[in-house]
C-alpha cells in the first residue's frame, strides 16, 4: 500500500510518467485548484492557451503563465503560504502602527482570522470583500508599507552581499600571504647561500636579508588589517544598538517588587582598614575584578539588613494571630 | 513601579528569621518539649532491659544540664575549628548548627561529642571551606569517615535543610565602616579598630548564647560593640537615629530610616524615628544581657553531666557497673572515670 503511494508520488497523474524513467521531471501546479502535473503536460496541454484543467471534476480554467514550481509536498502547504502571501500584502501594518500592544494583538487576529476562513472555505464571500474594503480604504498606507519593507529586504541583501565579498577577499588575500611567505623564505634561503659564497660576516648577511623579506610581506599585511577593520565595523551596529537595550531594563529579582535603592549610609571611598589595604596591592586580586569599593558596599548593606527587625514583638504578634 | 522591598522585609524572608528565630518563651516551651522527649527515649530504652535493672535506677538529665553540655561541646568546636584553620564563618556555622540540631533532638538521643563533628564537617563544607572526609577524619583520632557520615543526613533533616546561616561578623565588618563615616570628627580610625576587634571577640560569646536566637545579626553585632565602649555606640546610635539634628547628613539619614520602617508617614516622622532610636538600644541592650550571660560550664561539671548521658544513651552500662561493683568495690569509681575520660 505504502508502496503504491510513493510511486503515486513520482508520477505524473496526467501522463503517468515516472520520475524513474525521467529523473529530471518537475512537478507545477496552478494557485487556481492546486492540481499537480509534471512540466511537459503543462506544456503540452496549455501552450495554445487556457485550457480546463484535466483532473476529472474539476473544470476550472488555467493558464500556463500562472503555474508554479511546487516547493512543499503537502499541498495544503503550498496552498496557505500563496493565501498569506497576499494578505499580508494587504494587511501589512507593523506594531509601530499601533498605540498599544493590545491592539495590535487584535489587528493580529483579525489576519490570521481570515487565513484560516479562506484556507478552509469558510464565509469565503464575506471575508473576499472584506479585504476588497480594505484594500481601498488603506490603498496608500499598504503602498508605503510594502515599499518599506522591500527597502529594509535590500538593504539587508546589500549588507550580507558586501559582508560576503569581505569575506572572500581576506580569504583570498590569506592565501596569497600565506604562498607569498613560502617563496619568500625559500628566496631567502637561497639568498644567504649565494652571499655566504662571496662574503665573510655570517650574521651581517643572515639580518640584511631577513630585513628585505620582512618589508615586501608586510605590505600584504597592511592590506589585512583594512579588510579586517571594515569587516568588524560593519558587524559593530548591530551589538551596539544590543548593548543599549540590554543595559536599560531592569535585572529581574525574584522578591516580590525590587530591592530598596536608597541606602542607609553614606559610602565613604576610603576606609581605614589595613585587612582590606593590604589586599588593594596584591595583583591576582585586581586582575580578577576584585575592588574594594564592592567589599565595602556589601558590608555595609549587610550591617542594616535586618537591623529592624524586633523578633521579640514580631513573633509574639504572629503567634496571636495564628492562635 | 512595583513596590520596594526593604532591607528588613529581605530578612524577615530568610529562613533565619523564618524558623529559628523565637520569643523566649517559644524557645523556652522548645526546650521542655525537647527534653520530654529525650526522657521518654530514656524509658524505652530501660523497658527493654525490664527484667535486669530496676526503671528509676538512672538519673535523666534536665533542661539546663541539656544546655551546659550544649555549650560545653560549642566550645569545643572554636578549638577544633582552630586546629584545623578554619575562618571563623565556619566556626561559627558549625556553632550554629549544632545548636539548632538540638533544638530538635535531645542529648539523651544524640550524644554531642559525635554530633559536633559531622557539624563541623557539614559546615565547612556547606561555607565553601571543603576538607574532604578522609582528611578530616584523619586528623581527629577515633573517628572513621563512616562515623562521621553517618549522622550527617540526621543533622540535614533536623536543620530542615536550612544551611544558610547570616552571622554578626559581617554586620560587625559594617559598623566598624560607618563608624569611621558618622564619628570620624571624633574618633581615630586606630582607636575604633581596637574597639572592633575586642567586640569580634566578644561575638564568638554571643553564638553560644541565646541571643542568636532573639537578635538579629546587626543588633547582635551592637550589643557586642556597646558591652566595648557603651559611650561611643550609644553616640553612634543617636547621630544615626535620631532626629532633629540640623546636619544635613543626618537630615537625610532619617529619610533612610522612614522608609526602612515603611509605616512612617510624614506627619509623624519624628515622633516615630525617635521611638525607633529607643526601640533599636532597648533591643541592644536586651542582647548585651543575653551575651553577659552565657553558659560556660566548667570541664569537671560537663564531665559529670556527659556521665549521666552516657547511662541515658546506654543503660546497660549500669549492668556492667554493677557487676564490677560486686567483684571489686574501689575498683567501681576507677572504671567509670576511665571511661569518662575516653569518651570526652
Redesign the interface.
Known amino acids: 500500500m505504502a508502496d503504491v503511494e510513493e510511486r503515486q508520488k513520482d508520477m505524473c497523474p496526467i501522463c503517468k510518467t515516472d520520475r524513474y524513467l525521467s529523473p529530471d521531471m518537475k512537478f507545477l501546479v496552478n494557485p487556481e485548484c492546486y492540481h499537480k502535473m509534471c512540466e511537459s503536460c503543462v506544456d503540452r496541454i496549455y501552450s495554445l492557451g487556457p485550457a480546463p484543467c484535466p483532473y476529472p471534476n474539476c473544470g476550472k480554467t488555467l493558464r500556463k503563465n500562472r503555474f508554479k514550481l511546487q516547493i512543499f509536498d503537502d499541498i495544503l502547504v503550498e496552498k496557505e503560504i500563496d493565501i498569506r502571501n497576499r494578505i499580508l500584502s494587504i494587511y501589512n501594518k507593523i506594531q509601530d502602527d499601533f498605540d498599544d500592544l493590545q491592539s495590535y494583538n487584535s489587528y493580529l487576529e483579525e489576519v490570521e482570522e481570515m487565513i484560516f476562513n479562506l484556507m478552509n472555505g469558510i464565509d469565503i464571500v464575506n471575508t473576499e470583500t472584506k479585504l476588497k474594503q480594505y484594500k481601498e480604504e488603506n490603498l496608500q498606507k499598504i503602498d508605503l508599507n510594502n515599499n518599506n519593507r522591500e527597502k529594509e529586504f535590500e538593504d539587508f541583501k546589500k549588507r550580507e552581499e558586501f559582508e560576503k565579498n569581505l569575506k572572500i577577499q581576506k580569504l583570498q588575500l590569506e592565501r596569497q600571504i600565506e604562498i607569498e611567505e613560502k617563496q619568500l623564505n625559500e628566496l631567502a634561503k637561497k639568498e644567504i647561500l649565494n652571499k655566504l659564497t662571496t662574503s665573510n660576516d655570517i650574521n651581517q648577511t643572515i639580518s640584511q636579508v631577513k630585513a628585505s623579506v620582512l618589508k615586501k610581506s608586510s605590505a600584504r599585511r597592511k592590506q589585512l588589517k583594512e579588510i579586517m577593520t571594515s569587516l568588524q565595523n560593519s558587524n559593530n551596529p548591530q551589538q551596539e544598538q544590543h548593548q543599549e537595550s540590554s543595559s536599560s531594563s531592569i535585572p529581574f529579582t525574584p522578591f516580590n517588587g525590587d530591592r530598596e535603592l536608597k541606602q542607609n549610609f553614606n559610602k565613604l571611598s576610603n576606609y581605614y582598614d589595613p585587612f582590606i589595604d593590604e589586599l588593594k596591592l596584591k595583583k591576582d586580586y585586581i586582575a580578577a575584578g576584585w575592588k574594594s569599593e564592592l567589599v565595602y558596599e556589601r558590608i555595609l548593606n549587610e550591617a542594616f539588613i535586618g537591623i529592624g527587625c524586633f523578633i521579640q514583638d514580631e513573633k509574639k504578634n504572629s503567634i496571636l494571630l495564628s492562635s | ?8 522585609e ?5 529562613t533565619q ?1 523564618r524558623k529559628w ?4 518563651e ?1 524557645l523556652l516551651n522548645k526546650r521542655i518539649q525537647i527534653n520530654s522527649k529525650g526522657c521518654a527515649k530514656v524509658d524505652e530504652r530501660l523497658n527493654q532491659l525490664k527484667d535486669q535493672i530496676e526503671p528509676n535506677s538512672i538519673e535523666k538529665v534536665t533542661i539546663d544540664e541539656e544546655l551546659k553540655l550544649i555549650s560545653f561541646h560549642s566550645r569545643r568546636i572554636g578549638m577544633l575549628a582552630k586546629h584545623f584553620n578554619m575562618p571563623s564563618q565556619v566556626r561559627a556555622t558549625a556553632i550554629s548548627f549544632l545548636r539548632k540540631f538540638y533544638l530538635v533532638n535531645s542529648v539523651m538521643e544524640y550524644h554531642p561529642k559525635l554530633v559536633l563533628l559531622t557539624c563541623l564537617f557539614l559546615a565547612a563544607k556547606s561555607e565553601n571551606y571543603f576538607i574532604s572526609i578522609n582528611s578530616f577524619s584523619k586528623r581527629i583520632p577515633k573517628t572513621t569517615p563512616e562515623s562521621i557520615l553517618s549522622l550527617e543526613f540526621e543533622i540535614l533533616q533536623s536543620l530542615e535543610f536550612t544551611l544558610l546561616t ?1 552571622h554578626p561578623f ?9 563608624l ?2 558618622v564619628l570620624k570628627d571624633e574618633m581615630k ?2 582607636e ?2 581596637k574597639i572592633y576587634d575586642d567586640a569580634r571577640k566578644l561575638i564568638d560569646e554571643a553564638l553560644i548564647s541565646d541571643a542568636v ?7 547582635i ?2 550589643a557586642c560593640l556597646k558591652e566595648i565602649n557603651n559611650d561611643i555606640i550609644l553616640k553612634y546610635l543617636s547621630k544615626k537615629f535620631k532626629p532633629n539634628k540640623l546636619d544635613t ?1 543626618k537630615e ?2 532619617e ?3 522612614d ?3 515603611e509605616t512612617i508617614k510624614p506627619t509623624i516622622e519624628n515622633e516615630l524615628t525617635q521611638s ?1 532610636y529607643e ?2 538600644v532597648a ?1 541592644v541592650e ?1 542582647c548585651q544581657k543575653f551575651i553577659r550571660n552565657g553558659e560556660n560550664p566548667t570541664k569537671e561539671q560537663a564531665t559529670e553531666i556527659d556521665r549521666k548521658v552516657q547511662y541515658c544513651l546506654n543503660p546497660s552500662l549500669i549492668l556492667k557497673r554493677k557487676r564490677e561493683n560486686t567483684t571489686d568495690i574501689n575498683g567501681d569509681s576507677n572504671g567509670i572515670k576511665k571511661q569518662k575520660t575516653d569518651s570526652i
Not at chain 2, 170 to 178: A, E, K, V
Request: aromatic residues 18%; glycine residues 4%; charged residues 30%.
Open positions: 513601579m512595583s513596590q520596594r522591598v526593604t532591607f528588613d529581605l530578612y524577615r524572608r530568610s528569621y528565630s523565637f520569643t523566649k517559644e547570616h559581617r554586620p560587625l565588618y559594617g559598623f566598624f565602616f560607618d569611621q563615616d580610625p586606630n575604633l579598630g536566637y532573639h537578635f538579629t545579626p546587626p543588633q553585632a551592637l547628613v537625610k539619614d529619610e533612610d530610616d522608609e526602612q520602617n525607633m526601640k533599636i533591643t536586651e
